[in-house]
């Protein structure tokens, strides 16, 4: 298992813009599916978003789409998740999450072995 660094979180204002990053030192994600999950409170872990670190194709949940990104630089082995729109309902703690393989039961949690601490992120309204 890889300890991926996750990272950026803070409080912003509902109707801003926040971005996070996941790296993961001394691993490069090459043929590896990063995601963002986030947990709020009292709130079950939730998919947000994921990219294969080949070709980049990527998929959201529903509650974010339009409104998130999920992006790569490959130079740099960082996987971003630039938020806009955020809204207080976004509140939770964000995770970065790894695997190998392709976007196949992208949005299953138990199938990513790599997770990073956790980021929190809060919108105040």
């Known amino acids: 298992q890889v300890q991926l660094r996750d990272s950026g979180g803070g409080l912003v204002q509902a109707g801003g813009s926040l971005s996070v990053s996941c790296a993961a030192p001394g691993r490069p994600f090459s043929g590896y599916v990063v995601a963002w999950f986030r947990q709020g409170p009292g709130k079950e872990r939730e998919f947000v978003a994921a990219i294969t670190w080949s070709g980049g194709y990527t998929h959201y949940g529903d509650s974010v789409k339009g409104r998130f990104t999920i992006s790569k630089d490959t130079a740099k082995n960082t996987v971003y998740l630039q938020m806009s729109s955020l809204k207080p309902e976004d509140t939770a703690v964000y995770y970065c999450?790894?695997?190998?393989?392709?976007?196949?039961?992208?949005?299953?949690?138990?199938?990513?072995?790599?997770w990073g601490q956790g980021t929190q992120v809060i919108v105040s309204s």
């Open positions: 999450a790894g695997r190998s393989g392709t976007l196949l039961n992208y949005n299953r949690d138990y199938l990513y072995g790599d």
